[in-house]
């Protein structure tokens, strides 16, 4: 079992209780000063001439995505470096602002691409804050499994494609292969592999279909075992070792400086889970354990991702054990479609169809921030109604983004080879960083 | 009842909605109340930093108003108006700092600073070195200036382009399509 587990300095348990267990890394602070996102050049390097400025993307195969990277080089050392982005924009907010709510869930799960059902379940639930409504047990229950698998399905893409840029390429086929299990789970549920809009207003879309329960239990029970093949695959893989420990360090004072969560925070000694510290949906009724690692390096954060997959599996094996019986959605027929076999038999269920269908349900006036706690970390959606039928305003807190903003602390005194390996554990999807 | 934060620098109101505590402080003494929040008050993570533009607010006017000045909009969804008229805004902008004091027991707060077109708002990067980025991103989609922010610049959006999109005066679909019949 994962508690098993210990950090390279073998002497602490991954999981324990108090909230900063960081070691220290490196005196004081080493976020850029004055522009805590840019590494400047020293002038007195930049006289000799001898400094080389590289532009690293936004179209490059280790950049998981369309990041760019503008690196300047002393040699092998970064001296410099600068990350641009925006390549991805897409104006999901302004977009959101002109739909209607039910038709704006769709919008969220592109923006993470990796992470969608999260996303999805973020938006949903800042809206039923505003309306006051609390969907029915089994919604709930179903939520929280399916967010785990999306968590898994998130953390599997990310260890393919590090150990892809890191140079190791049977682990993307060992990841890709699990990954497609969980896409056929959400086909199962869903009908759709991807951006899957299962989430409704005050529940599900659909009930759980039959087979669902058997077809989810083999998957987790395999799916530990095949994180111990990945870690047999890495952790005692000499070049990936060199290539991760003690390399992209952050301390804990660092990361809370620059905003980090999620597996960046733990990676750096911070016990910090929105799902353990500021519950929502079942987590309080579940047991399950927060890794936190307190060497701030690469490796670390390879050991949290690990270490959460086996996790969510145990979370997904309770959710599946807990699942009770019921509706899957509100019965509010202000806010949720009536079953469709009603339509040709009740008028009134007809008018209610048309009216949400057309003009769509009233959120009332208000704002509020809900956080998640997403495969990358806080999730948070803000949403400002003004009573109407759209949301006057929708932002998204990304994780992504906040965790780029660490790449020129992570890379202070690196070498260039050392980037790729940064860039990929900060692990940013660039849809989520660029909205 | 007395608000917990009525000692801060430039406080203005707080209120309580959702189970959400906003805290609403005077723009120009914004700097002083992040300070105190985060060594006095234990906020010491900055989730996120954002805007919203509440140009038009509340001006569809209420139920029984059908369709617009021109004519019955019935294609136009919600143009019925609303059930009631929202609360007016005090200015246009709103820059909303999440805030989140990162221990055992966790607390979160939303400091609020309202502002018009125009009028700088002081950066919080000397605070919670984060709202870098953040602050960049609300200066390229809503168009308000932090003063003393080291790097604002455009984050989102192309370096050359015009407007703020996010505003509400800003139009969807509306620039320049590039190669079209009305070159």
């Not at chain 1, 969608?116 to 804050?129: G, P, T």
């Not at chain 1, 999620?262 to 929105?274: E, K, T």
């Amino acid at each position: 079992m994962a508690t098993t587990a210990t950090s390279p300095s073998g002497t602490r348990s991954p999981f324990s209780t108090d909230l900063s267990s960081g070691r220290l890394l490196y005196e004081g602070s080493r976020i850029p000063q004055p522009i805590p996102t840019i590494l400047l050049v020293p002038p007195e390097l930049e006289e000799t001439g001898d400094v080389l400025t590289v532009n690293f993307g936004p179209n490059h195969p280790s950049t998981h995505g369309v990041l760019r990277l503008v690196v300047s080089l002393d040699g092998e050392t970064v001296v410099g470096l600068r990350a641009v982005i925006g390549y991805l924009h897409t104006g999901f907010e302004k977009n959101m602002e002109q739909k209607t709510y039910w038709k704006a869930i769709t919008y969220p799960a592109r923006m993470d691409y990796l992470n969608f059902q999260q996303n999805e379940l973020c938006f949903v639930m800042a809206i039923e804050k505003l309306l006051g409504i609390e969907p029915p047990p089994k919604a709930v229950w179903m939520r929280t499994l399916l967010a785990e698998l999306t968590r898994i399905h998130s953390h599997l893409v990310w260890l393919g494609t590090t150990g892809l840029e890191l140079g190791a390429i049977s682990i993307f086929w060992y990841a890709f292969r699990e990954r497609d299990l969980v896409l056929d789970l959400f086909e199962m549920v869903t009908g759709v592999r991807m951006h899957t809009r299962y989430f409704q207003t005050g529940g599900l879309a659909e009930d759980i279909p039959l087979g669902f329960d058997a077809e989810c239990r083999r998957f987790i029970d395999v799916m530990p075992k095949r994180v111990d093949e990945y870690e047999a695959l890495f952790d005692n893989n000499v070049i990936f070792l060199e290539r991760t420990r003690g390399v992209g360090l952050l301390s804990a004072e660092d990361a809370i400086a620059l905003g980090q969560s999620g597996p960046m925070l733990r990676a750096s000694g911070v016990n910090w889970d929105l799902r353990r510290n500021e519950p929502y949906l079942v987590y309080p009724e579940l047991d399950f354990d927060v890794p936190v690692y307190p060497d701030g390096d690469v490796y670390a954060r390879y050991k949290i991702h690990m270490d959460e997959i086996r996790q969510s599996s145990r979370i997904i094996r309770q959710c599946l054990d807990g699942m009770p019986e019921g509706p899957w959605i509100l019965d509010d027929r202000k806010i949720v479609l009536p079953p469709r076999d009603e339509l040709h038999t009740s008028m009134e269920s007809l008018i209610h169809h048309f009216k949400l269908v057309t003009e769509g349900y009233r959120v009332p006036e208000g704002e509020v921030y809900v956080p998640i706690e997403s495969a990358r970390g806080e999730l948070g959606c803000y949403l400002v109604s003004d009573g109407g039928p759209r949301p006057w305003r929708v932002h998204f807190r990304a994780p992504s983004l906040v965790a780029l903003e660490a790449t020129a602390t992570c890379l202070q005194q690196s070498l260039i080879a050392d980037l790729i390996a940064v860039a990929a554990s900060l692990d940013p999807v660039m849809g989520d960083v660029d909205r | 009842m007395t608000s917990a934060f009525a000692g801060l620098p430039g406080f203005v109101e707080e209120k309580e909605g959702h189970g959400e505590t906003t805290v609403i402080v005077e723009r120009e003494r914004l700097l002083e109340a992040a300070r105190q929040l985060r060594d006095a008050e234990g906020f010491n993570f900055l989730a996120d930093v954002t805007s919203a533009d509440y140009l038009g607010w509340g001006e569809k006017g209420v139920s029984g108003y059908w369709g617009n000045a021109g004519g019955r909009d019935t294609n136009s969804p919600g143009s019925w108006g609303f059930a009631s008229v929202p609360e007016p805004k005090s200015r246009r902008f709103a820059v909303s700092y999440h805030l989140l004091a990162l221990r055992s027991e966790p607390k979160r707060v939303r400091l609020q600073v309202w502002c018009e077109d125009g009028d700088p708002v002081p950066s919080v990067v000397p605070v919670w070195p984060t709202a870098d980025w953040h602050e960049r991103e609300v200066y390229d989609l809503m168009g308000i200036v932090f003063d003393g922010h080291p790097n604002l610049v455009r984050i989102l959006m192309p370096e050359d382009w015009a407007g703020h999109p996010l505003r509400k005066d800003y139009p969807i679909g509306g620039e320049p399509v590039r190669f079209s019949d009305e070159d």
